[in-house]
């Protein structure tokens, strides 16, 4: 697999950089006074990111191919995981699952606004009680003749409360089977959202509960065929596992660049502390896992760009499945360590979020639990040895 970067990417690698340069000071204002950052949606529009792997067909969208997308999502997890966040649950989970599984009507309807930024995306699966295993979830509708009613609540959803627009998924009622998705609008009647306090990490970006009480959505919006939720549900999964990976690769970049100024600047007994050779094994540790994952990650951006276009391959569908989950897993686990090798190189500094690494400390947690946790993952991959029938979630 040819990994070169192209000079399309290139460019494309060069405004997201510009945008990352503009943001950094209104993510750092926003994170020391733990708010959500504003900029985030401004700043990316203005680049002309907010749609960059949806067709050019639609509003402001770029048509970028899939390991584009995630060159330009590892440059941007280098601002951190919230701020990568904001844009797969917007992008990767939100308006990929639409251009992927929506009819043209309701393509042109929310994609459009969606690039522009003009209407922030969500995806709503996890709810309180069923979040490993979201076919237990407990949404229902109900085919009310000329709309469907739904009622249900969704839980730790990113964009949550900030929201305009919400893919969810929701079962007939009275049923535990025929799951269905719908696109859902937060000025229908009956839905409501709430911001999630308290989080371990990324203040600066949006995490929420949303809330359908006996909620109208009209007949036009189900997407994609009834009763295929779940399917939808984990083809969107595959698309939002690998921007979480790819935005963990800037993670651990922008760790081994913080750690490696420091080391070079930082004496202690009479040297610089880069000269020491333990403080050396966690750059060496780190850099290497930063090759690896690169490797996985890219691999699988690949699989996914075939997959895509070859629909119908069931098999390749399935590779790219599980490359996408080893990715994800090893990536998120990879950045989790340099965050925290990158910590204790800082000594008592990393201790402040004054400086970076705390941050990616505590913001990179969560890449190990949302979007399948790190035991689903690996069970995942197990069983692609072993087989479906040593599936252990089932
Ligand atoms: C900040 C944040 C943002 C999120 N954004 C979204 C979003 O945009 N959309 C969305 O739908 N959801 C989102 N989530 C939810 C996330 O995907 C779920 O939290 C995740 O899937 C895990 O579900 P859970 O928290 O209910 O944990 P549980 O499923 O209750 O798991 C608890 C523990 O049990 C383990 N476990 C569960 N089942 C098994 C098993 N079969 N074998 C072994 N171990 C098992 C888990 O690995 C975990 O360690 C987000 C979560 C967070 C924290």
């Known amino acids: 697999m040819n990994f070169d970067i192209s000079d399309e990417q290139k460019l494309l690698l060069d405004e997201v950089d510009r945008a990352c340069k503009e943001l950094r000071p209104f993510e750092d204002e926003a994170y020391l006074a733990g708010k959500f ?13 907010l749609g960059l792997p949806i067709s050019r067909r639609y509003g402001a969208g770029q048509g970028a191919d899939v390991l584009s997308y995630a060159l330009a999502l590892e440059r941007i997890g280098q601002e951190g995981t919230g701020v990568r966040t904001f844009l797969s649950g917007h992008i990767s989970l939100g308006q990929v699952t639409i251009q992927k599984w929506a009819n043209d009507e309701q393509k042109d309807r929310y994609l459009a606004p969606a690039t522009r930024g003009e209407k922030i995306m969500c995806f709503g699966l996890t709810e309180p009680t069923a979040g490993s295993d979201p076919a237990s979830l407990r949404t229902t509708f109900e085919d009310k003749g000329s709309y469907f009613l739904l009622n249900g609540s969704k839980a730790w959803i990113s964009n949550g409360s900030i929201a305009d627009v919400a893919v969810v998924f929701a079962y007939p009622k009275g049923k535990r089977e025929g799951m269905s998705s719908f696109i859902v609008e937060r000025d229908f009647e009956g839905y409501s959202s709430q911001q999630q306090k308290h989080k371990l990490g990324m203040p600066t970006s949006d995490t929420g509960s949303i809330f359908l009480d006996n909620c109208r959505v009209p007949k036009e919006n189900l997407m994609g065929p009834p009763g295929k939720g779940l399917s939808i549900a984990f083809s969107g999964l595959m698309s939002g596992r690998l921007s979480v990976a790819a935005g963990c690769l800037g993670v651990i970049e922008d760790c081994i660049d913080e ?10 007994h009479g040297k610089q502390i880069g000269k020491h050779q333990l403080i050396q094994r ?14 996985v990650v890219y691999k699988a ?27 994800k897993y090893f990536a998120s686990n990879a950045s ?10 800082f000594g008592s500094s990393g201790y402040s979020f004054e400086t970076r690494a705390p941050r990616h400390l505590v913001d990179t947690r969560v890449c190990r639990i949302y979007e399948g946790t790190d035991e689903i993952m690996v069970q995942k991959i197990a069983v692609s040895l072993l087989g479906q029938d040593y599936e252990a979630y089932r």
């Open 37 to 49: 950052n504003q900029h985030l949606a401004p700043i990316f529009k203005k680049a002309q990111l």
């Open 282 to 295: 966690h750059l060496g540790e780190m850099s290497t896992s930063l090759e690896a994952a690169k490797n």
């Open 301 to 327: 951006a690949l699989l996914k760009q075939k997959s895509d276009s070859n629909p119908d391959n069931k098999d390749l569908r399935d590779y790219a499945d599980v490359m996408i989950a080893k990715a």
């Open 336 to 345: 989790f360590d340099a965050a925290d090798r990158t910590v204790q190189i």
């Open 259 to 268: 750690a490696v100024s420091y080391a070079r600047q930082r004496v202690q």
